[in-house]
């Protein structure tokens, strides 16, 4: 199956690494016969020493939908796709890699800025101590669907005017952001429990045709409740020999490429509780010339959301086997004809 790429086809194509909520019980089974994969697999849980194809493959979706288990498994199982690609098709270099939230850190590792064993543990103490900023039912996220971003966002601001941090109670502050700029469509939010029903409650009550999905997850990710962590993730970083990526690769704080370890040093700590410009990150990438977009990891969750994007462009995934196998015939196809 190895195939070359030529320099113009190169940098049409983007691989993008998907986030937490795209994790399911069993997402890499038909994937598990493969000796790349499953040595990917095995490496994370040495370094881990915990067996990751118990959680991944048995569950329980409990013990797998924790956050300080859903990200190094989907992180692993990311990886373990992309090497699989790589074995494939060695001498394939997209143009650039993205990653959405969680995803970022499967991008950089894919772009060989971490090594498995330091990007595994790096997400694990990150999923930690976002985690133990708040208490499970504290906060939440929903997804609305439907709405403009600028009613969104004033509705936000409506609700945190009557949401005030208690200094002396030393608590985190009651308030509910915007998390996530999937899409024009689609707007995550993120907050206090509380801040976040407010909002949820005055958003149905718009008249707009909106849809509101609450998502199963008890952490505030991707807002400025979040921001105590950004000391302790930004020491941590400091002890990580990161390498300047191979792939030119995205960051979802700036939508930019990243251009040093420096900068990587000073964003992902800003990342955890900044907003996910995915949006943005597209868009920068459509204007950079990609016209074909890979979904590298499980599930589809970027597929339609790139879809809803933009509706020109060509999306692929590498979810499961049978969709690997396509994009791979799909990608030799296109660069044989230009070949010629």
């Known amino acids: 199956m190895g195939f070359n790429i030529n320099g113009s086809m190169k940098g049409q194509i983007a691989f993008v690494f998907p986030g937490q909520g795209s994790q399911s019980i069993g997402m890499m089974d038909s994937f598990r016969k493969l000796p790349v994969v499953n040595e990917v697999i095995e490496e994370s849980s040495d370094t881990l020493n915990e067996n990751l194809f118990k959680l991944i493959d048995h569950g329980p979706e409990e013990k797998l939908n924790l956050t300080i288990n859903t990200q190094p498994a989907m992180l692993t199982c990311s990886l373990a796709i992309w090497k699989l690609f790589l074995s494939k098709c060695p001498s394939f270099v997209p143009g650039y890699f993205a990653g959405h939230s969680l995803g970022e850190y499967s991008a950089l590792m894919a772009a060989d800025a971490f090594t498995l064993p ?7 103490y990150r999923a930690d101590i976002m985690q133990s900023i708040t208490s499970p039912g504290d ?5 609305v ?11 936000c601001k409506e609700v945190n005017d009557k949401f005030f941090l208690n200094e002396s109670e030393k608590e985190f502050p009651k308030i509910v952001e915007v998390a996530n700029i999937n899409s024009d469509k689609q707007i995550v939010l993120s907050g206090a429990k509380g801040a976040l029903e407010t909002a949820i409650e005055k958003l149905n009550k718009t008249g707009e045709n909106v849809r509101i999905v609450e998502l199963p997850v008890s952490a505030p990710f ?3 409740i979040l921001r105590p962590i950004e000391g302790l993730l930004a020491r941590k970083l400091e002890l990580i020999n990161i390498q300047k990526p191979k792939i030119s690769t995205l960051g979802n704080y700036h939508a930019e490429v990243y251009g040093t370890v420096e900068e ?11 907003v996910v410009r995915w949006k943005a990150s597209i868009d920068k990438m459509l204007r950079m010339g990609v016209s074909v977009f890979v979904e590298c990891g499980p599930g589809k969750v970027l597929s339609g959301i790139i879809r809803q994007i933009n509706r020109r462009v060509k999306v692929l ?3 499961d086997y049978n ?5 791979v015939e799909y990608l030799e196809k296109v ?6």
């Open 118 to 124: 330091e990007a595994v543990e790096l997400v694990r």
């Open 145 to 155: 669907i439907g709405l403009k971003l600028e009613l969104i966002e004033s509705i």
């Open 264 to 274: 990587i040093r000073s964003v992902l700590p800003k990342q955890a509780y900044s």
């Open 335 to 340: 660069t044989e004809m230009e070949a010629k």
């Open 317 to 319: 995934s590498l979810r």
């Open 323 to 327: 969709s690997f196998s396509e994009t």
């Open 222 to 224: 991707h807002s400025s």
């Open 139 to 143: 906060c939440g996220m929903a997804a």
